[in-house]
Nanobody, 118 residues
Framework: QVQLVESGGGLVQAGGSLRLSCAAS????????MGWYRQAPGKQRELVAL???????NYADSVKGRFTISGDNAKNMVYLQMNSLKPEDTAVYYC????????????WGQGTQVTVSL
C-alpha cells in the first residue's frame, strides 16, 4: 500500500505563488509517473502536470509558463510550483502517482484546497 501526503495548499491573492508538495510512502515500490490534477466545483478533474520517471513533463495549456512540476525520485516526492496564480486556478489539487512495481497502480492523495482571491 502506498500513501500520498500533500501539503502547501492555502489562500493566496491573484498573482501570488504557492508550492505544493506530495510525499509517497509505503512498502517497496517504484514510481512510473507523478503528477497533479485539480478539480474545481462543478467541473471534472483535469490534469495539471505530469512528470515521468525519465524526467519528461507535460502541462495543461492553461498553466504552461506559470506552473512547474518537479520530482525527487530518491525521496519519492513530487512538487508543483505555482506562480502568477489566477482566480481560475482555484480548485482542489490532487497528487497522483502511478507505480511500476510491484504492481502498476494509480494512487491519489487526499487533495488540498487552493484558493486564489482577486
Amino acid at each position: 500500500q502506498v500513501q500520498l501526503v500533500e501539503s502547501g495548499g492555502g489562500l493566496v491573492q491573484a498573482g501570488g505563488s504557492l508550492r505544493l508538495s506530495c510525499a509517497a510512502s509505503g512498502s517497496r515500490f517504484s514510481i512510473d509517473t507523478m503528477g497533479w490534477y485539480r478539480q474545481a466545483p462543478g467541473k471534472q478533474r483535469e490534469l495539471v502536470a505530469l512528470i515521468t520517471s525519465g524526467g519528461s513533463t507535460n502541462y495543461a495549456d492553461s498553466v504552461k509558463g506559470r506552473f512547474t512540476i518537479s520530482g525527487d525520485n530518491a525521496k519519492n516526492m513530487v512538487y508543483l510550483q505555482m506562480n502568477s496564480l489566477k482566480p481560475e486556478d482555484t480548485a482542489v489539487y490532487y497528487c497522483a502517482i502511478t507505480t511500476a512495481t510491484p504492481f502498476k497502480y494509480l494512487y491519489w492523495g487526499q487533495g488540498t484546497q487552493v484558493t486564489v482571491s482577486l
